[in-house]
């Protein structure tokens, strides 16, 4: 991928459904309703030969001030002025409105590079759009249809010798050999490189500071940020690098979710979408960071967020955002940490970590308690370490005998990472009681430091494949007989 296309234009004229048409999944949010896309969402696009990286972006409005609109539209010049190319795509239907001429001379100012596209250009009743996109000044328009898939052949065409000089241009430049991912194991501990990073979803209610959170670690404002609760609509991913402990940059994707409000409110269909997007981060991601308002925290809803990463087998980190507005932070802390072990027991031992996204102290805590999670998620204890524990904890504490059948605890091993799961052969399995369940996931945490990671225990019983197991009871009766007839034949 060796440039950036960028597409723009108008609210609903088809932007976010040519970017998935590009990036060939339904990665961006597609309603009929104008305005759905807020910030800029970028994908790996292809196109016959060619590799690139597309960007979908807000529709262009004609607002300069501090409004919503407004920012979204200085976030949307702002990937035009990043972008090697800019697809300006117009609504041929509609035809040409003012507002088109307008940003047309925008683009004329800010890239050297410009396609034009005149979309929902299927039928007859958009020729006059067509025929009307010429007065706009930026050349031949490509009559294209996202929806269908037409047109794509004619945009190849005028990519392709833009691919060529930017592709000369990125090997006059290159000084270092593309990384390869040779992490092939799905089973072992995993190192997060460049083609597959860390990724870490950062989840919560609304207006809890998420996408600021994800600036502050940027260090720049590329997502749209504001007072409004609800802003973020697509779950929008972003790379970067993060110190590791030892010193070695760990390569990161960050997921800024839609703030998830209680079911029952969620009422409108676009709401309804944007959750089910943060839903599918949680259960892509690796690491999952709930974020908590300091003057909220521990709402239902924030207790159902960090429950849902837990029962997907994430590693979660809690953190507590707006820590600067705090003002008793001794006392606060305290009833952050007691309401924590009390509401969430099913997470002990994960990391408590307050922030301020507005002024990014703490961030540097954060990220330490994100790759610490990681590395515990993908923690491996081998055989004879697990043997030699579950032989102390059975000495400790016996297993329970229902039925006056005592439980035994035969020998131990670790099934999978990712999160942590644990095998134990033992006879009536089906008789373990939860309890001691939750007794030896608590030893688990704590004899091999794996705090806060969910982990998986199953039991499972042995003698299921013994051939005798179903004759015992009746070889020795026929057997009796056998010997007993015979015993009177000697006599007689």
């Given amino acids: 991928m060796n440039f950036t296309l960028a597409i723009v234009g108008r609210p609903n004229v088809g932007k976010s459904t040519l970017f998935n048409r590009l ?133 190849y065409e005028q990519l392709r010798p833009l691919a060529d000089q930017f592709a000369r241009r990125a090997a006059e430049t290159a000084d270092e050999a593309p990384e390869i991912d040779v992490d092939v194991d799905d089973d072992a501990p ?116 960090a429950d849902l990463a837990e029962r997907e087998g994430r590693a979660v980190v809690v953190a507590v955002n707006k820590w600067d507005i705090e003002d008793d932070k001794n006392n606060k802390i305290k009833m952050l940490r007691e309401s924590f072990e009390r509401l969430l027991p099913q997470l002990k031992g994960a990391p408590l970590v307050t922030v301020s996204a507005k002024t990014g102290k703490g961030l540097d805590r954060l990220q330490a308690a994100v790759i610490k999670a990681h590395e515990i998620w993908n923690r491996r204890v081998t055989t004879a370490q697990l043997n030699r524990w579950l032989t102390g904890m059975v000495e400790a504490h016996p297993p329970p005998a229902p039925g006056g059948r005592r439980i035994k605890l035969r020998y131990m091993t670790q099934a999978k990472t990712r999160p942590p799961g644990f095998v134990v052969m033992c006879s009536y399995p089906d008789k373990m009681p939860a309890s001691y369940e939750r007794y030896l996931v608590n030893g688990l945490r704590l004899d091999f430091d794996m705090p806060g990671t969910p982990i998986r225990l199953w039991f499972r019983g042995q003698g299921e494949d013994n051939p005798y197991k179903n004759r015992t009871k009746s070889t020795p009766s026929r057997l009796r007989k056998h010997l007993g007839k015979g015993r009177a034949d000697d006599k007689g």
């Avoid at 979309?119 to 490509?142: C, F, M, Q």
């Avoid at 981060?281 to 999952?288: C, G, H, L, P």
């Fill in 23 to 155: 990036v060939g999944k339904r990665l961006a949010l597609v309603d009929d309703q104008p305005g759905v896309t807020r910030d800029l969402r970028e994908g790996a696009a292809r196109l016959g030969d060619l590799r690139f990286t597309v960007i979908d972006s807000a529709g262009l409005e004609e607002a300069s001030d501090d409004s919503l609109q407004g920012r979204m539209r200085r976030l949307t010049e702002r990937a035009v002025e990043m972008a090697d190319v800019c697809l300006f795509v117009v609504d041929a239907r509609t035809g040409i409105l003012p507002a088109d001429e307008v940003f047309a001379d925008i683009l004329r100012k800010k890239n050297s590079h410009v396609i034009l596209a005149a979309n929902k250009a299927e039928g007859r009743a958009a020729d006059g759009g067509v025929i009307e996109a010429y007065s706009l000044g930026l050349g031949e328009p490509i009559r294209m249809s996202a929806e269908h898939g037409e047109g794509l052949n004619d945009l």
């Fill in 190 to 305: 995993r190192i997060p490189t460049k083609a597959r990073p860390l990724q870490v979803a950062v989840v919560g209610r609304p207006n809890a500071g998420k996408s600021t959170l994800i600036n502050q670690f940027l260090g720049e404002e590329r997502l749209l940020t504001g007072p409004e609760a609800g802003i973020t609509r697509d779950a929008i991913s972003v790379n970067m690098d993060w110190p590791g402990a030892d010193g070695v940059p760990v390569p990161v994707r960050l997921f800024d979710t839609a703030g998830m409000r209680k079911k029952a409110k969620v009422q409108e269909k676009l709401e309804k979408l944007s959750v089910s997007d943060g839903l599918r981060a949680v259960k892509f991601a690796e690491v999952v960071v709930v974020l908590l308002d300091v003057a909220v925290p521990f709402e239902q809803q924030d207790l159902r967020i």
